[in-house]
Nanobody
Framework: VQLQACGGGLVQAGDSLRLSCTVS????????MGWFRQAPGKEREFVAA????????YYADSVKGRFTISRDNAKNTVYLQMNSLKPEDTAVYYC?????????????????WGQGTLVTVSS
């Protein structure tokens, strides 16, 4: 299974970005998908997750109401729409996939990881 994330960039505070993560290699409909981020000098942290059919979504408190995770199973792609970006959202964003349900906010639950895409938010 390979995950390819893209969509990062340099934006100003208050702007929006949409990250995409395309999955290849296996039937992905059974996978739960997550987004994590890692800022310089900090540990990787959970951002959002979505279950296999897109019905249930989960968010970190820090992004709730601003970020939206979604998936298009026909395109094997999961998205992270990020609105009202803040400088503290600056980080490398990683998408991840797992067949394990539950505790989707825990990074070690995920079996596969993308390479990361950098999001920089200037003030």
């Amino acid at each position: 299974v390979q995950l390819q994330a893209c969509g990062g960039g340099l934006v100003q505070a208050g702007d929006s970005l949409r990250l995409s993560c395309t999955v290849s290699g296996r039937t992905w409909n059974n996978y739960f998908m997550g987004w994590f981020r890692q800022a310089p000098g900090k540990e990787r942290e959970f951002v959002a997750a979505i279950n296999w059919d897109g019905v249930s979504t989960y968010y970190a408190d820090s992004v709730k109401g601003r970020f939206t995770i979604s998936r298009d199973n026909a395109k094997n792609t999961v998205y992270l729409q990020m609105n009202s970006l803040k400088p503290e959202d600056t980080a490398v964003y990683y998408c991840a996939a797992t067949v394990n349900s539950g505790s989707l906010y825990i990074a070690t639950k995920y079996n596969y990881w993308g390479q990361g895409t950098l999001v920089t938010v200037s003030s």
